[in-house]
T-cell receptor, first 111, second 114 residues
Framework: QQQVKQSPQSLIVQKGGIPIINCAYE??????FPWYQQFPGKGPALLIA?????SEKKEGRFTISFNKSAKQFSLHIMDSQPGDSATYFC??????????FGEGTQLTVNP | NAGVTQTPKFQVLKTGQSMTLQCAQDMNHEYMSWYRQDPGMGLRLIHYSVGAGITDQGEVPNGYNVSRSTTEDFPLRLLSAAPSQTSVYFC?????????????FGEGSWLTVV
């Protein structure tokens, strides 16, 4: 049973575009929602995270939008660059270190 | 600045063999965990520990054992390897309590069971 569903599986955008990756969760007890970025052959690295009492969080070109009533959250990447090409995972947790991950989105940013 | 170190990076096992994946962190983190990553399934939690001497099961614990005798080390043991355990394994660590939520991952161990 996948408690965090992520879409799309893959995404291709042009440089400067704004890719949007969506996640939906089931467990209303989740209280921490991070996004991880993973390059080939590397471990996931924390990109940005949000708690459910906030509807939006921005860090540089990355923004999380959070909709508590819909149980959905999304990652927006402004002015995307080829260096942003990676796999992105959303996740959720109630207690550290128990992260529940989405299936992942492979993002390609073409020059 | 080592962070989370995993060994070996690559391993091929025969069905039925046992082995241990090593994980060490030098950040004095209380929490450590093991995940496996399979195509199209994200990362799934195998076992985790909130401190030395304390371990608990995650989402997919069957076929794996862990122990936490020191703060720094959290080895993952495969008791009798099966082809279904072919995967990429990631160790992770973080501070406990309210000291931030950043979970740091190692670079992964690629395991193939034939």
């Amino acid at each position: 049973q996948q408690q965090v569903k992520q879409s799309p599986q893959s995404l291709i955008v042009q440089k400067g575009g704004i890719p949007i990756i969506n996640c939906a969760y089931e467990n209303t007890a989740f209280d921490y929602f991070p996004w991880y970025q993973q390059f080939p052959g590397k471990g996931p690295a924390l990109l940005i995270a949000i708690r459910p009492d906030v509807s939006e969080k921005k860090e540089g070109r990355f923004t999380i939008s959070f909709n508590k009533s819909a149980k959905q959250f999304s990652l927006h990447i402004m002015d995307s660059q080829p260096g942003d090409s990676a796999t992105y995972f959303c996740a959720a947790s109630i207690l550290k270190p128990r992260l529940t991950f989405g299936e992942g989105t492979q993002l390609t940013v073409n020059p | 600045n080592a962070g989370v170190t995993q060994t070996p990076k690559f391993q091929v096992l025969k069905t039925g063999q046992s082995m241990t994946l090593q994980c060490a962190q030098d950040m004095n983190h209380e929490y450590m965990s093991w995940y496996r990553q399979d195509p199209g399934m994200g990362l799934r939690l195998i076992h985790y520990s909130v401190g030395a001497g304390i371990t608990d099961q995650g989402e997919v614990p069957n076929g794996y054992n862990v122990s936490r005798s020191t703060t720094e080390d959290f080895p993952l043991r495969l008791l009798s390897a099966a082809p279904s355990q072919t995967s990429v394994y990631f160790c992770a660590s973080s501070w406990g309590g309210a000291r931030g939520n950043t979970i740091y991952f190692g670079e992964g161990s690629w395991l193939t069971v034939v």
